[in-house]
Structure formats: C-alpha cells, structure tokens
C-alpha cells in the first residue's frame, strides 16, 4: 500500500526556477528519504530525514518535515535539465522483527525546459 | 566501493514460465530488500533478508520467494509468471540498522508475454 503522495504528480518548469514537490503519509515514521529516478532506472537516493529533525539541506536540496501534519517537501533551487526525473519520497517505519520497510509514494515526474 | 548490481539487466518470458533474478549488495551490507515497480500500482515492497533470514514480507502471493546466501547476495523467484508480473524490479542494500539508508540496483526489466 501506498504511505506517502506526492504533489503534483507533474511539474514542469523553466531551467534557474525552483521546483518544489511535497509529500503526505499517514503513519508515524522514523524518518523519511527522497530518491530521484531517471526515466525506468535505479533509485538514487537524495537525502534523509529523522523524525526529530525539520529541515535538512544537501546542495540544491532543501528538504522539510513536519510530523504534526503528516507531510514532507523537497525543494530543489536554481534547476538543470539534468534534474529532469521521477522524484519519490519513502516512508521508513518500523514493521516489526527488527525491520524498517521503506514505502514508497507514486512520484512526481518533474521536466526542466533549457 | 562497488554499487548495488543486478543481473539480468532484461528479461522476456512466457506466461507460465519462472524466473530467478539476482542481486548484489554493496560490500558489507548485510539487508538486501526487493521492490516491484508497475505503473499502474508504483513502487510496492516484496520481502527484505537480512544474515540469510526473512526478516520482513510484503502483500504478495506466494509465487514470489526468495533468499539470502551467506555472502549477502540474493535471489528473487517468480514462479508461474503472468501477465501482471510485467515490471521493473529493483533491489536495495543497506547496512540493516533501523533508519539506515537504502542504496538501489539499476533493476531487472521483466516482461512476461
């Protein structure tokens, strides 16, 4: 099942504007990842946030957690067409026996025009 | 250090058919996970083998399995393949701490016709 939504689903903007992307979850996490997907290839991760932080930067990545309403953003500064990608954010939270799973929102698929 | 790799890179079934698809883990990783990725259902979790035990499984029927050998690499099966199972499938490696980051394979392109 899914945890986290993305919104939008797509975004398309100009290359040097900033694109921000945002993402709900239902359950309480332990901390929430954002990965970066290049048209049907591996995951790349971007950048990981506990629970007890709030903000966390990495780069171009700025990224946001507020536990209270359940949501998460990412936002990326002065875009490339190279940032041209599927972004996913992933729930970690613990399922038991030891185990953290990481579940997955459906994305937002962001195009950068040159 | 060496990424996460998975071989095959591609494969064309038939329905009815098995497959068995395999993955490295980074070096001294010890949790190895398995995802499918459909457009229709996005990126769900299969199971997860940490020191060659099952430690976690996701809401899939019985014909996927898979194991964990002492060298940490792994291997999926998918027995009975249909139509549905038409997907990318990626693994992830981490170290198998709770809130470790997870590192992704390229995935295997399975196409079952």
Partial sequence: ?114 | KAGVTQTPRYLIKTRGQQVTLSCSPISGHRSVSWYQQTPGQGLQFLFEYFSETQRNKGNFPGRFSGRQFSNSRSEMNVSTLELGDSALYLCASSAGTPGDTQYFGPGTRLTVL
């Fill in chain 1, 1 to 114: 099942s899914q945890q986290g939504e993305e919104d939008p689903q797509a975004l398309s903007i100009q290359e040097g504007e900033n694109a921000t992307m945002n993402c709900s979850y239902k359950t309480s996490i332990n901390n929430l990842q954002w990965y970066r997907q290049n048209s049907g290839r591996g995951l790349v991760h971007l950048i990981l946030i506990r629970s007890n932080e709030r903000e966390k930067h990495s780069g171009r990545l700025r990224v946001t957690l507020d536990t209270s309403k359940k949501s998460s953003s990412l936002l990326i500064t002065a875009s490339r067409a190279a940032d041209t990608a599927s972004y996913f954010c992933a729930t970690d939270a613990y399922s038991g026996a030891g185990s953290y799973q990481l579940t997955f929102g459906k994305g937002t698929k962001l195009s950068v025009i040159p």
